[in-house]
C-alpha cells in the first residue's frame, strides 16, 4: 500500500468508525484491486460479485439488531444501475461515491489524490497530478509509485515527530504547545516543518529561527489572516501592510484552521494567549470598524468587544429583531463561552433590546381603534404575543442589571445609556398602557363579564377539584400575571397546565386580594378596622390578616386542609409536614417572599433575588406531585409596579376626605376631592359591598404619602397590578418510561474562581445506544462552599431560562446520543470571607437530584 492507497484506507476507516454501515459505489472501477485486499479492524467487507440477491443475503446478518453494524458493501456499478436493490443498507448507514457530499464521502480519485498529496508536495504539482487522473492517464497503482518517489523529502519526519503529517494537525500541535520544540530540534527537523507549513498556509518562516518563534509567526499569520478572510469590505490602512495569505486556498486553510483552534476547547487557552498577543501587535484597540464589517469576525475579542459597542449604539437609536438576533447569537460564540463577563455583557443588551422593542409593539398596539378593557386585557395576557412581555423583559433586565459587574467588564457608558433609555421607555410606555387600559376599565363601569374574578377563584376552581383528588392552594403574594406565564413556560410535559387571567379585588393589597381567595368571597364587603386599615367581611367574618385566613379556610372546606409555609417545604419538609400533607384534602401553601423583600426598600438586592421565588414555586410542585396531590392551583393576592424610584413631579395629592386607607397607588375613604390625575369610583362598582369609594393615579404616578417603598407598588387599577394569574397543574397518568443515562462532565472554564464571573462548560453522552430517543433534561448549576450556595446563573450559551435560572439542554444535531455542549455563566453573588475550596453541581432542575460535581475547586475571590 502507498501513500494515496493509505489515505482512501483512512477515508473509509472514518466512515465505518462515525457510521457504522458503508455502501461505496465505484462506478469506473478505480478501486476494484484495492478493495479486494480491503481490511478494517473490527468491520467486514463484502463485495458485489454479479448477484444483488446473493449480496442481500449476505447483508441481512449484519443489520438485523439495534446495534448498528460495521460494515463496508463494495459495489463496482453506477449507484443508477442497482436499480435500488440496497436502499435498506443505504438508509441502515452511509452512501461513499464519486461526487458523494458531505466531501468525506466523495471518492472521485482525483479528489482523493489531491487531498492525499497536498501534505507531500506543492500546489502547482497536486494540481498537474489531479489533471492527470481526471484525464485518465493516472490510476491508483501509479499514484502510490509517484508518492513513494518523492516521499521523505520532507513529511516522513514531521509524522515521526506529530503523529500526522496533514497541515493543520501539525500546525495546532505547534500553535497550542512547546512539547514538540526540543524533538523538532534534535531532529533537525526545522526545514521540513517550514516547507510543509509554508505549502499550505502560504507563510514565510525563515530558516535558522528557533520552534518558539515559528509559533509567534504563525499564529500571528493564521489569525491576521483569519481577520482579513471574515472582515467584510477593504482592510483599514493599517492593517492593509500586515502579512497575510494570498493564495485562496492557502486563506480558506488559514481561516479554517482559526476556526478549528477556536472550536478544540483542549487548545481555547493557547488560541486566547496568542489572540491577546496579536491583537496588540496589530492595535486593533485603536482602531475603528463599521458594524457590517465585523459581524463575521471572531478572532479576536477587541472585535468581540467593538461588535458589543455597535450594537449597544444601534438600540439606542432604534431597537430591532435583526440586532437582538445578532446579540444572541454572539452570545453562543468563541468569546462569550470563554470569557464569562464578555457573555453576561451580550446577556444584558439583549435584555435591554428586548425592553425597547416590547414598548415599541406595546406603542404601536395602543394606537389601534376600538380597544375596550376586555380585548384590552387579553392582549396584555393571552395573546400569542402579549403585551405583558413588556413587564417581564423589563423585571429580567432589571434582574441583569444589577447582577452585571459593571467594574470587572470595563468602561461600559454606551451599555448603561442602553439601560437607562430602556428603563425611560418602559416607564413612558408602561405608563400609557395603564393610563388606557384604566380608561376603558372605568368605561365599561369596571365590569368585564367574562373575565374570571379573583373572589371567585375558590369556588369555581378550588372547591371542584377537591371532588377529583388532594388538591394544593398556593397563595403567592406579589405573583404578577407575567411572572406565572413565564414560570408555566418552563414546568415539564409531565402535567396539564392552564393559566388563567383574573381581575383582582380592589383595592389591590395584600389584606383585600388574600381575603378575596377564600370560600364564598363573591358576597364580600370592604370594611374598615380602625387605624386606616381595611379587610374582607365574608358572611360576618372579618378577615384580617393571615391565621384569619387560614381559620376561615379550614371552618369553610369540607375534609382535611394543612396549611404550610413555602419556606417550610424546601429544601425538603420535615416528616411530620409530610404525613399531614399525604393525609390532606386540601394543602394550603402561602408565601409571601416577593412582597417583603421589595417592600423591604432595598431596591439592588429585591432586583438581584426577587425571581429566587419562581424556581422556589418549581421545586414546591414537583415535591406535591411526589406526594400524590392531584392538582396545584396557584393564585396571586395583587399584582405591583417595580419600575424607578419615584420622583416628585410623579407624586400627587391625596383626595383628603374621610380616608379609610391610603398608599402610594391607592385612596380609599369617602368625600375629597376629586383631580384629573387619578381615577376614582365606588368600591361597589367592583363586585364588593361598600359605602366607600377608591382613587388610584394614573399612569405611574403616586400618591404623597410618608414612608413606604421608593419604587415598588402596588394598590392601583394598572393591569399590571390588577390582572393576577389563575395557574393551575394537574398531574398526568404514569405510564412510565426509560430511565436516561448519561455520562456527565463538567468543566470550570478556569483554573480557579478568581473573578465574579465564572463558567461552567456542560457535556453529556448516553454511553449506548437505544431504542428509545435520549430525553435532555432541564438542568441548574450551583456553586457551593460548605453547602452554602454562593452562585447566580446569569446566562448560558442557549436554553437559559430566565424565570428559573434552569437550562433546557439539547441533543447534538449529528449525534442524537450526546448532549449539545453548553456554557452556562454564573456570578459569584456570595462570596466566602476567606480563602477556601468549592463545588461545582449539576442538578437535574425538575427533581433536584445531583447529575455530575466538580471538587475541590480553589475559591479565591473574597467579601468585599
Known amino acids: 500500500m502507498g501513500t494515496v492507497t493509505d489515505y482512501l484506507s483512512s477515508v473509509i476507516t472514518k466512515q465505518v468508525d462515525d457510521h ?106 497536486v494540481a498537474t497530478i489531479e489533471k492527470q487522473v481526471e484525464d485518465g492517464q493516472l490510476s491508483l497503482a501509479d499514484l502510490d509509485t509517484l508518492t513513494d518517489r518523492g516521499k521523505g523529502i520532507s513529511t516522513g519526519v514531521i509524522a515521526l515527530i506529530f503523529g500526522s503529517e496533514h497541515p493543520q494537525d501539525v500546525a495546532l500541535a505547534l500553535l497550542s504547545s512547546d512539547r514538540y520544540d526540543a524533538e523538532i530540534v534534535t531532529r533537525d527537523a526545522s526545514a521540513a516543518l517550514t516547507a510543509l507549513l509554508s505549502r499550505a498556509f502560504d507563510v514565510v518562516l525563515p530558516g535558522g529561527e528557533s520552534p518558539d518563534a515559528y509559533r509567534a509567526r504563525l499564529a500571528r499569520h493564521i489569525l491576521a489572516t483569519d481577520l482579513s478572510v471574515t472582515l467584510a469590505g477593504d482592510l483599514p490602512p493599517s492593517l492593509v501592510r500586515v502579512s497575510v495569505a494570498q493564495q485562496p486556498a492557502a486563506r480558506d486553510a488559514c481561516s479554517t484552521l482559526a476556526q478549528v483552534w477556536r472550536l478544540r476547547h483542549d487548545l481555547r487557552e493557547s488560541y486566547v494567549a496568542h489572540a491577546m498577543r496579536v491583537a496588540r501587535e496589530l492595535g486593533l484597540a485603536g482602531m475603528s470598524f463599521a458594524t457590517e464589517q465585523i459581524v463575521g469576525v471572531e478572532t479576536f475579542l477587541e472585535i468581540e468587544h467593538m461588535l458589543q459597542h455597535h450594537i449597544e449604539a444601534a438600540l439606542l437609536h432604534q431597537a430591532t429583531d435583526y440586532l437582538i438576533d445578532l446579540a444572541r447569537q454572539r452570545q453562543s460564540g468563541f468569546w462569550a463561552e470563554q470569557m464569562p463577563d464578555v457573555q453576561a455583557c451580550w446577556a444584558l443588551i439583549i435584555a435591554a433590546g428586548q425592553v425597547l422593542r416590547e414598548a415599541d409593539r406595546v406603542e404601536q398596539a395602543l394606537t389601534a381603534p376600538a380597544l375596550d378593557a376586555t380585548v384590552m ?321 394614573v399612569g405611574f404616578a403616586g400618591f404623597k404619602v410618608k414612608g413606604g417603598a421608593k419604587a415598588y407598588f402596588h394598590g392601583g387599577l394598572a393591569p399590571q397590578e390588577v390582572i393576577i394569574p389563575l395557574l393551575t397543574l394537574t398531574a398526568k397518568p404514569d405510564h412510565g418510561g426509560v430511565s436516561d443515562t448519561i455520562t456527565w462532565s463538567l468543566t470550570l472554564g478556569s483554573q480557579n474562581i478568581s473573578t465574579r464571573f465564572v463558567s461552567v462548560r456542560i457535556a453529556g453522552e448516553r454511553a449506548q445506544a437505544q431504542m428509545f430517543a435520549l430525553s435532555p433534561p432541564r438542568v441548574r448549576v450551583e456553586i457551593r462552599v460548605k453547602n452554602t450556595v454562593i452562585s447566580l446563573p446569569v446566562s448560558a450559551s442557549y436554553g437559559f431560562e430566565e424565570a428559573t435560572n434552569a437550562v433546557q439542554l439539547v441533543l447534538q444535531a449529528a449525534n442524537p446520543n450526546s448532549i449539545e455542549p453548553d456554557t452556562v455563566t454564573l456570578m459569584i453573588s456570595n462570596p466566602p470571607e476567606e480563602k477556601t475550596t468549592a463545588s461545582i453541581h449539576l442538578l437535574d432542575a425538575a427533581t433536584g437530584v445531583e447529575l455530575a460535581r466538580l471538587k475541590a475547586i480553589e475559591v479565591a475571590i473574597l467579601a468585599y
Open 377 to 697: 386585557l387579553h392582549a396584555y395576557t393571552t395573546a400569542e404575543h402579549p403585551w405583558c412581555l413588556l413587564d417581564t423583559t423589563h423585571r429580567n433586565m432589571e434582574r441583569r442589571y444589577h447582577t452585571f459587574d459593571f467594574a470587572a467588564a470595563g468602561h461600559q457608558q454606551t451599555l448603561e445609556r442602553l439601560v437607562f433609555n430602556a428603563r425611560d421607555r418602559y416607564a413612558q410606555v408602561g405608563a400609557a398602557l395603564a393610563e388606557a387600559f384604566v380608561q376603558r376599565y372605568q368605561q365599561a363601569a369596571f365590569h368585564l363579564p367574562t373575565v374570571l374574578r379573583q373572589v371567585e377563584i375558590f369556588d369555581q376552581h378550588v372547591r371542584p377539584a377537591l371532588t377529583h383528588g388532594k388538591t394544593a392552594y398556593l397563595w403567592v403574594d406579589a405573583l404578577r400575571y407575567e411572572m406565572a406565564r413565564e414560570l408555566a413556560q418552563t414546568l415539564g410535559a409531565e402535567r396539564d397546565i392552564t393559566l388563567t387571567p383574573a381581575l383582582a379585588a380592589v383595592p389591590t393589597i395584600t389584606e383585600i386580594g388574600m381575603a378575596a381567595l377564600l370560600p364564598g368571597a363573591q358576597h364580600a364587603t370592604l370594611v374598615t378596622t380602625g387605624k386606616n386599615r381595611l379587610a374582607l367581611d365574608i358572611n360576618g367574618t372579618i378577615i384580617k390578616e393571615r391565621k384569619d385566613r387560614i381559620a376561615f379556610l379550614k371552618a369553610s372546606t369540607d375534609g382535611t386542609v394543612v396549611d404550610a409555609r413555602v419556606s417550610e417545604l424546601l429544601p425538603s419538609p420535615k416528616k411530620k409536614l409530610r404525613d399531614a400533607i399525604q393525609q390532606a384534602d386540601l394543602v394550603l401553601i402561602t408565601s409571601q417572599e416577593i412582597d417583603q423583600l421589595c417592600e423591604g426598600d432595598d431596591i439592588h438586592l429585591a432586583r438581584r433575588t426577587m425571581d429566587d421565588i419562581l424556581p422556589e414555586l418549581s421545586r414546591v410542585f414537583r415535591m406535591l406531585t411526589d406526594l400524590n396531590v392531584q392538582t396545584i392551583i396557584v393564585a396571586a393576592d395583587h399584582g405591583y409596579l417595580f419600575g424607578d424610584e419615584l420622583s416628585d413631579s410623579m407624586k400627587i395629592d391625596v383626595p383628603g376626605g374621610d380616608t379609610a386607607e391610603v398608599k402610594r397607588r391607592v385612596w380609599v375613604g369617602r368625600g375629597g376631592t376629586a383631580q384629573d390625575s387619578s381615577v376614582r369610583a365606588k368600591i361597589a362598582d367592583f363586585g364588593l359591598g361598600s359605602d366607600l369609594e377608591i382613587a388610584s393615579p
Open 20 to 125: 457504522g454501515l458503508v455502501v461505496w459505489y465505484d462506478p469506473d472501477g478505480h478501486y476494484q484491486s484495492f478493495a479486494a485486499h480491503l481490511s478494517i479492524p473490527g468491520a467486514a467487507v463484502l463485495r458485489y460479485e454479479g448477484s444483488f440477491f446473493a449480496l442481500r443475503h449476505a447483508i441481512e446478518p449484519f443489520i438485523e439488531g439495534f446495534e448498528p453494524p460495521r460494515l463496508v458493501v463494495y459495489v463496482p456499478l453506477d449507484r443508477t444501475q442497482t436499480h435500488h436493490a440496497l436502499l435498506e443498507a443505504e438508509s441502515a448507514g452511509v452512501v461513499m461515491q464519486p461526487g458523494q457530499q458531505p466531501p468525506g464521502r466523495n471518492t472521485r480519485l482525483s479528489i482523493i489524490a489531491r487531498n492525499a498529496l497536498k501534505p507531500l508536495l506543492n500546489s502547482d504539482t
